[in-house]
C-alpha cells in the first residue's frame, strides 16, 4: 500500500498563476482533508469531505476550491495563486474504526512569487 | 481563541531526562485526542492516542483530564532520536475536525 500520495512535492507558482494539488489514497478511507502548515502556526484545515461526494469549509478555505473525484482522489485548487499561499500543504485521510487515525501524505511545497 | 494551545519551546534536554509537555483545547464537547510528532520537513505521524484513563507506550505516557481540558505528554528517558516537534490534536464533537495544536519543540542533546 503507498497510503497516501501527493503530487507536485515541489512547486513555484508567479502570482495569479492556477494549479491544482493532487492527493489520493489506497486504504479506502472515507475522510479527507487538505491542511497548510506555515511556520509557528501548526496545521490548518483548508478543506475536508466526510464522505465521497461531500466536501465542507475548514479554518481557512478562502482563495482554494476542492474536489472529491471519487473515493480514493480529493484534489485541491488554487484558482489565482497569492504570495500568501506560500505554505507546505499536507493531504490526510481518515480511518474510519474508532481509532480516528488521521495519515498524511509528505506534502507539496509551494511558493508563490 | 485558539482551539489547541500548546506551548512552543524549544525544549533543550540531555539524553536521559523526563520531559512533559502540556495542552490545552477550548471546546469541551471535543471527542478524541491524540499526540503527533513531526520530524523536520516531513509529515506528521501518529505517536499515541489520548485516553480518559491515561495510557502509555514504552518511554511514552499520555494522559487527558476533561474537566480542565488539559492533555499531556511524558517521555521518559529521552534519546537523541526524540528530537522532533510534538503536535497536540483534537478531533472535533462530531468526528470531522481536527484542530492542531502549533507545536512543541523538542531537541534531546547528547
Known amino acids: 500500500n503507498a497510503g497516501v500520495t501527493q503530487t507536485p512535492k515541489f512547486q513555484v507558482l508567479k502570482t495569479g498563476q492556477s494549479m491544482t494539488l493532487q492527493c489520493a489514497q489506497d486504504?479506502?478511507?472515507?475522510?479527507m482533508y487538505w491542511y497548510r502548515q506555515d511556520p509557528g502556526m501548526g496545521l490548518r484545515l483548508i478543506y475536508y469531505?466526510?464522505?465521497?461526494?461531500?466536501?465542507d469549509k475548514g479554518e481557512v478555505p478562502n482563495g482554494y476550491n476542492v474536489s472529491r473525484l471519487n473515493k480514493r482522489e480529493f484534489s485541491l485548487r488554487l484558482e489565482s495563486a497569492a504570495p500568501s499561499q506560500t505554505s507546505v500543504y499536507f493531504c490526510?485521510?481518515?480511518?474510519?474504526?474508532?481509532?480516528?487515525?488521521?495519515?498524511f501524505g509528505p506534502g507539496t511545497r509551494l511558493t508563490v512569487l | 481563541r485558539k482551539e489547541v494551545e500548546q506551548d512552543p519551546g524549544p525544549f533543550n534536554v540531555p539524553e536521559g531526562a523526563t520531559v512533559a509537555f502540556n495542552c490545552t483545547y477550548s471546546?469541551?464537547?471535543?471527542?478524541?485526542f491524540f499526540w503527533y510528532r513531526q520530524d523536520c520537513r516531513k509529515e506528521p505521524k501518529l505517536l499515541m492516542s489520548?485516553?480518559?484513563s491515561g495510557n502509555e507506550d514504552g518511554r511514552f505516557t499520555a494522559q487527558l483530564n476533561r474537566a480542565s481540558q488539559y492533555i499531556s505528554l511524558l517521555i521518559r528517558d529521552s534519546k537523541l532520536s526524540d528530537s522532533a516537534t510534538y503536535l497536540c490534536?483534537?478531533?472535533?464533537?462530531?468526528?470531522?475536525?481536527?484542530?492542531f495544536g502549533s507545536g512543541t519543540k523538542l531537541n534531546v542533546k547528547p
Open positions: 490526510a485521510s481518515k480511518d474510519s474504526s474508532s481509532y480516528n487515525e488521521q495519515f
Open positions: 486504504m479506502n478511507h472515507n475522510s
Open positions: 469531505s466526510a464522505s465521497e461526494g461531500t466536501t
Open positions: 471546546n469541551s464537547a471535543s471527542q478524541s
Open positions: 489520548v485516553y480518559s
Open positions: 490534536v483534537v478531533l472535533s464533537y462530531n468526528f470531522n475536525k481536527f484542530y
